[in-house]
């Protein structure tokens, strides 16, 4: 299991995941599901990964491999809009599935994978999409500026209740580490390293990245100082008034 999640605010965009892929009680792997695409100048892309590790490095290989191949016609170098990319991301991911399925069913698993993609193109704004299983894709809303991926349930909360697109990128980066640690919380499946990345508008670079360590003083502090808020709130909740 995993849990990515994207921010989209009028500053720019912010992205976050954990790095667990495989947990148990004596066995844990990690993986970067953080992947940065900057073909051109003018463009960036940021793909956040989640479901079956062998068809999302196969989905990343082919992305590659197509910017690198001046006879494709269709790459992220290519693509006029950002809607383009997360088509063309959909059918790359839908053609891998279809390729290792039957030998994946065989087996017990899954060849599922979901994605995150979100970026800009010069001279338009900045954006954000969700890519199913499936191919088809949601992109997100003033309403809905944020999209997850993976295990979903736990660091929702937390973003229903804060998160808005005024929000500046410095306060969306400390958000999305809220929501990560909330499900790591709840879910041993998710867990550290944690990637945070914040792509300001028009900057068509990251303009900081971190990659944090389940001991990493400043996420044991950002942890620490929710937890206390948390509980300073609830103290200030009424009281129940049991003689009415």
């Not at 792997?29 to 590790?53: E, Y």
């Not at 170098?77 to 063309?88: G, I, N």
């Not at 890519?131 to 660091?155: C, F, M, R």
Request: aromatic share 10%.
């Amino acid at each position: 299991m995993t849990y990515c999640l994207a921010i989209s605010l009028y500053e720019g965009l912010v992205f976050a995941s954990d790095s667990r892929t495989n947990a148990g009680v004596d066995y844990v792997t990690t993986f970067s599901k953080m992947h940065v695409f900057t073909p051109a100048p003018d463009r960036i892309f940021v793909v956040l990964t989640a479901g079956n590790l062998a068809t999302t490095q196969e989905v990343l290989h082919r992305l590659r491999r197509d910017l690198d191949a001046a006879e494709i016609a269709e790459s992220l170098r290519r693509v006029r809009y950002l809607f383009e990319a997360a088509d063309y991301l959909g059918r790359l991911s839908c053609e891998v599935q279809l390729a290792h399925m039957q030998g994946m069913q065989r087996a017990g698993f899954s060849s599922e994978a979901s994605f995150i993609i979100g970026g800009q193109i010069r001279g338009q704004a900045p954006g954000l999409f969700l890519v199913y299983p499936q191919g088809n894709y949601i992109s997100a809303s003033p309403e809905t500026p944020y999209l997850q991926i993976g295990e979903t349930k736990y660091g929702k909360p937390a973003l229903d209740r804060v998160v808005e697109p005024g929000l500046t990128l410095e306060d969306g980066a400390r958000l999305a580490l809220v929501s990560l640690d909330a499900t790591m919380r709840s879910n041993i499946s998710v867990g550290p390293p944690l990637e945070v990345a914040i792509c300001p508008r028009d900057g068509f670079a990251i303009a900081h990245y971190l990659n944090l360590k389940g001991d990493s003083p400043f996420y044991a502090e950002v942890r620490e100082r929710w937890q206390e808020g948390l509980r300073r709130a609830f103290q200030l909740l009424p009281r129940f008034d049991w003689e009415t």
